[in-house]
Protein backbone atom coordinates (compact mmCIF):
# COMPACT_ATOMS: atom_id res chain seq x y z
CA UNK A 1 0.00 0.00 0.00
CA UNK A 2 2.93 2.53 1.15
CA UNK A 3 5.09 1.52 -2.47
CA UNK A 4 1.66 2.65 -4.35
CA UNK A 5 1.33 5.98 -3.26
CA UNK A 6 5.03 6.49 -3.57
CA UNK A 7 4.27 5.74 -7.04
CA UNK A 8 1.20 7.90 -7.92
CA UNK A 9 3.60 10.50 -5.35
CA UNK A 10 6.63 9.97 -7.62
CA UNK A 11 4.39 9.86 -11.34
CA UNK A 12 2.60 13.21 -10.47
CA UNK A 13 5.97 14.64 -10.02
CA UNK A 14 7.22 14.01 -12.95
CA UNK A 15 4.27 14.86 -14.84
CA UNK A 16 3.94 18.50 -13.37
CA UNK A 17 7.77 19.01 -14.13
CA UNK A 18 7.14 17.78 -17.92
CA UNK A 19 3.80 19.74 -17.94
CA UNK A 20 6.24 23.44 -16.44
CA UNK A 21 9.10 22.39 -19.23
CA UNK A 22 6.43 21.80 -21.96
CA UNK A 23 5.05 25.42 -21.06
CA UNK A 24 8.41 26.86 -21.19
CA UNK A 25 9.44 25.17 -24.60
CA UNK A 26 6.02 26.65 -26.08
CA UNK A 27 6.98 29.96 -24.80
CA UNK A 28 10.65 30.16 -26.26
CA UNK A 29 9.41 28.54 -29.42
CA UNK A 30 6.66 31.38 -29.48
CA UNK A 31 8.56 34.20 -28.72
CA UNK A 32 9.49 36.49 -31.85
CA UNK A 33 12.99 36.95 -32.66
CA UNK A 34 15.25 39.53 -30.65
CA UNK A 35 16.15 42.60 -32.12
CA UNK A 36 20.14 42.82 -31.50
CA UNK A 37 21.34 45.28 -28.59
CA UNK A 38 22.21 48.56 -28.95
CA UNK A 39 25.64 47.67 -28.40
CA UNK A 40 25.97 44.66 -30.47
CA UNK A 41 25.98 46.92 -33.38
CA UNK A 42 29.08 48.89 -31.65
CA UNK A 43 27.23 52.19 -32.13
CA UNK A 44 24.36 52.47 -30.22
CA UNK A 45 22.51 55.49 -29.08
CA UNK A 46 23.87 56.37 -25.98
CA UNK A 47 27.37 56.26 -27.84
CA UNK A 48 25.99 58.95 -30.45
CA UNK A 49 24.36 60.83 -26.92
CA UNK A 50 28.24 60.46 -25.56
CA UNK A 51 29.50 62.06 -28.06
CA UNK A 52 26.91 64.50 -28.31
CA UNK A 53 27.88 65.13 -25.23
CA UNK A 54 31.94 65.44 -25.79
CA UNK A 55 32.69 62.89 -23.56
CA UNK A 56 35.96 62.12 -23.42
CA UNK A 57 38.52 59.56 -21.43
CA UNK A 58 37.25 57.98 -17.71
CA UNK A 59 33.72 60.39 -18.12
CA UNK A 60 32.83 58.70 -21.45
CA UNK A 61 33.67 55.04 -20.55
CA UNK A 62 31.78 55.82 -16.95
CA UNK A 63 28.96 57.28 -18.99
CA UNK A 64 29.29 54.13 -21.50
CA UNK A 65 29.05 51.82 -18.88
CA UNK A 66 26.45 53.64 -17.00
CA UNK A 67 23.84 53.58 -20.55
CA UNK A 68 24.93 49.77 -21.29
CA UNK A 69 24.30 48.49 -17.83
CA UNK A 70 20.78 50.41 -18.06
CA UNK A 71 19.90 49.03 -21.50
CA UNK A 72 20.76 45.76 -20.38
CA UNK A 73 18.30 45.60 -17.34
CA UNK A 74 15.78 47.41 -19.32
CA UNK A 75 16.15 45.12 -22.07
CA UNK A 76 13.65 42.05 -21.16
CA UNK A 77 10.83 44.72 -19.76
CA UNK A 78 10.92 47.08 -22.96
CA UNK A 79 10.85 43.79 -24.94
CA UNK A 80 7.71 42.45 -22.69
CA UNK A 81 6.06 45.70 -22.92
CA UNK A 82 6.03 45.89 -27.04
CA UNK A 83 4.60 41.96 -26.52
CA UNK A 84 1.93 43.54 -24.26
CA UNK A 85 0.82 46.63 -26.56
CA UNK A 86 0.72 44.19 -29.04
CA UNK A 87 -1.18 41.86 -27.58
CA UNK A 88 -3.80 44.89 -26.70
CA UNK A 89 -4.03 45.75 -30.33
CA UNK A 90 -5.18 42.19 -31.23
CA UNK A 91 -7.79 42.29 -28.05
CA UNK A 92 -8.81 45.56 -29.61
CA UNK A 93 -9.13 44.44 -33.01
CA UNK A 94 -11.16 41.23 -31.98
CA UNK A 95 -14.15 40.78 -33.48
CA UNK A 96 -15.60 40.67 -29.40
CA UNK A 97 -12.93 42.17 -27.42
CA UNK A 98 -12.86 40.95 -23.82
CA UNK A 99 -13.27 44.33 -21.08
CA UNK A 100 -11.74 41.88 -18.25
CA UNK A 101 -8.79 40.97 -21.09
CA UNK A 102 -8.08 44.52 -22.34
CA UNK A 103 -8.01 45.60 -18.09
CA UNK A 104 -5.70 42.33 -17.52
CA UNK A 105 -3.18 43.89 -20.30
CA UNK A 106 -3.52 47.67 -19.47
CA UNK A 107 -2.58 46.79 -15.74
CA UNK A 108 0.34 44.68 -17.02
CA UNK A 109 1.22 47.34 -18.91
CA UNK A 110 1.03 50.53 -16.70
CA UNK A 111 2.96 48.31 -14.32
CA UNK A 112 6.12 47.61 -16.45
CA UNK A 113 5.88 51.34 -17.53
CA UNK A 114 6.21 52.46 -14.22
CA UNK A 115 8.83 50.43 -13.81
CA UNK A 116 10.67 51.46 -16.90
CA UNK A 117 10.18 55.17 -15.96
CA UNK A 118 11.66 54.26 -12.59
CA UNK A 119 14.64 52.73 -13.90
CA UNK A 120 15.02 55.71 -16.11
CA UNK A 121 15.15 58.10 -13.23
CA UNK A 122 17.41 56.16 -11.59
CA UNK A 123 19.42 55.93 -14.68
CA UNK A 124 19.79 60.06 -15.68
CA UNK A 125 20.42 60.73 -12.08
CA UNK A 126 23.44 58.03 -11.66
CA UNK A 127 24.56 59.64 -15.22
CA UNK A 128 24.38 62.95 -13.62
CA UNK A 129 27.13 62.25 -11.17
CA UNK A 130 29.50 61.21 -13.54
CA UNK A 131 29.34 64.39 -15.49
CA UNK A 132 31.00 67.59 -14.74
CA UNK A 133 28.64 70.92 -14.79
CA UNK A 134 29.15 71.62 -18.64
CA UNK A 135 28.89 67.68 -19.17
CA UNK A 136 25.58 67.73 -17.13
CA UNK A 137 24.20 71.16 -18.52
CA UNK A 138 24.57 69.23 -22.02
CA UNK A 139 23.07 66.04 -20.67
CA UNK A 140 19.82 68.08 -19.27
CA UNK A 141 19.38 69.43 -22.75
CA UNK A 142 19.38 66.15 -24.52
CA UNK A 143 16.94 64.09 -21.62
CA UNK A 144 13.87 66.25 -22.92
CA UNK A 145 14.59 64.60 -26.89
CA UNK A 146 14.84 60.96 -25.48
CA UNK A 147 12.38 58.56 -25.56
CA UNK A 148 11.28 57.14 -22.50
CA UNK A 149 12.02 53.37 -22.41
CA UNK A 150 9.41 50.90 -24.18
CA UNK A 151 7.95 53.66 -25.91
CA UNK A 152 6.91 54.12 -29.76
CA UNK A 153 9.16 55.88 -32.13
CA UNK A 154 10.52 59.32 -31.29
CA UNK A 155 8.09 61.93 -31.91
CA UNK A 156 9.00 63.91 -35.17
CA UNK A 157 10.62 67.29 -33.21
CA UNK A 158 12.46 64.85 -30.71
CA UNK A 159 15.02 64.56 -33.36
CA UNK A 160 16.96 67.47 -33.34
CA UNK A 161 20.02 69.81 -33.52
CA UNK A 162 22.97 69.38 -31.27
CA UNK A 163 22.40 70.50 -27.44
CA UNK A 164 23.84 73.89 -27.98
CA UNK A 165 21.76 75.08 -31.27
CA UNK A 166 18.81 77.12 -30.79
CA UNK A 167 15.52 75.34 -29.31
CA UNK A 168 13.30 74.87 -32.25
CA UNK A 169 9.42 74.27 -31.66
CA UNK A 170 7.45 71.55 -32.00
CA UNK A 171 5.26 71.06 -35.14
CA UNK A 172 1.47 70.80 -34.39
Do not use: C
Amino acid sequence: MRRGWLLAALLLSVGLNLGLFGAWAYRQATRPAPRPLPWAEGRGPFVAMADRLELTGKTRERFLEQQRIFFALTEGDRRELAELRRELRRELDAAEPEPERIDQLLAASAELNAALDRAFAENVLATRELLGPEERRRFLQLLPRLRPPGDGPPRRWERGPHPGAPAVEPER
